[in-house]
C-alpha cells in the first residue's frame, strides 16, 4: 500500500525517525537497497509483505505486513542489536501519519530473526510490524 510506505519514510525523515537513521547511515530502502548501500554503512530494507482489507459495518481500512531487515558488515553482533532497538523506538506502538487513513496501530510481531550471512559477510535480523489503519 502506497500510502504506509510513503508513511514510514516520512517518519524516517522526520525528528521522530533521528534515532533509527543515525544507525542506518546507508539508508532506508523499499523492498531493494542498492548494490552500493553498503558502501556507507549498516542499511535497512522494508518490505509489504501482506495487504488484507478490514471491514467492518461502518468502516473499512487495511491490515498491512511490513517485513523490515536490517542489514549491518560489522563483524560484531552489537551493530545490528542496535538497529533493532532503534527500530523498536521508530515503530513499536507509533501512531503513522498515512495519507487518506487513520492510523489505528504499528505492532512488532512475534518471530525477529537474526542472522549471520556468511556469503555477504553480514549479520541480517528481519522484524516483522503489522499496520492497522482505518479509511477516513
Same mark, same amino acid.
Given at each position: 500500500?502506497?500510502?504506509?510506505? &510513503?508513511?514510514? #519514510?516520512?517518519?524516517?525523515?522526520?525528528?521522530?525517525?533521528?534515532?533509527? /537513521?543515525?544507525?542506518?547511515?546507508?539508508? *532506508?530502502?523499499? =523492498?531493494? !537497497?542498492?548494490?552500493?548501500?553498503?558502501?556507507?554503512? !549498516?542499511?535497512?530494507?522494508?518490505?509489504?509483505?501482506?495487504?488484507?482489507?478490514?471491514?467492518? #459495518? =461502518? %468502516? &473499512?481500512?487495511? @491490515? +498491512?505486513?511490513?517485513?523490515? =531487515?536490517? +542489514?549491518?558488515?560489522?563483524? %560484531? $553482533?552489537? @551493530? $545490528?542489536?542496535?538497529? #533493532?532497538?532503534? *527500530?523498536?523506538?521508530? *515503530?513499536?506502538? $507509533?501512531? *503513522?501519519?498515512?495519507?487518506?487513513?487513520? %492510523?489505528?496501530?504499528?505492532?512488532?510481531?512475534?518471530? !525477529?530473526? /537474526? +542472522?549471520?550471512?556468511? &556469503? !555477504?559477510?553480514?549479520?541480517?535480523?528481519? $522484524?516483522?510490524?503489522?499496520?492497522?489503519?482505518?479509511?477516513?
Amino acid at each position: 500500500m502506497k500510502a504506509i510506505e &510513503e508513511a514510514i #519514510f516520512t517518519r524516517y525523515n522526520q525528528p521522530a525517525g533521528a534515532a533509527f /537513521k543515525a544507525v542506518t547511515p546507508g539508508g *532506508l530502502y523499499n =523492498t531493494e !537497497a542498492p548494490q552500493k548501500a553498503q558502501d556507507n554503512g !549498516a542499511y535497512a530494507v522494508f518490505t509489504l509483505i501482506d495487504d488484507s482489507p478490514e471491514y467492518t #459495518f =461502518t %468502516s &473499512e481500512g487495511e @491490515d +498491512v505486513l511490513v517485513q523490515f =531487515t536490517l +542489514v549491518s558488515y560489522d563483524r %560484531s $553482533v552489537i @551493530d $545490528v542489536n542496535d538497529m #533493532f532497538e532503534q *527500530l523498536k523506538g521508530f *515503530l513499536d506502538f $507509533v501512531k *503513522l501519519s498515512v495519507a487518506g487513513y487513520d %492510523s489505528i496501530e504499528c505492532r512488532r510481531q512475534p518471530g !525477529a530473526n /537474526k +542472522v549471520r550471512d556468511p &556469503e !555477504a559477510d553480514a549479520w541480517l535480523y528481519m $522484524v516483522d510490524y503489522r499496520i492497522l489503519v482505518q479509511k477516513q
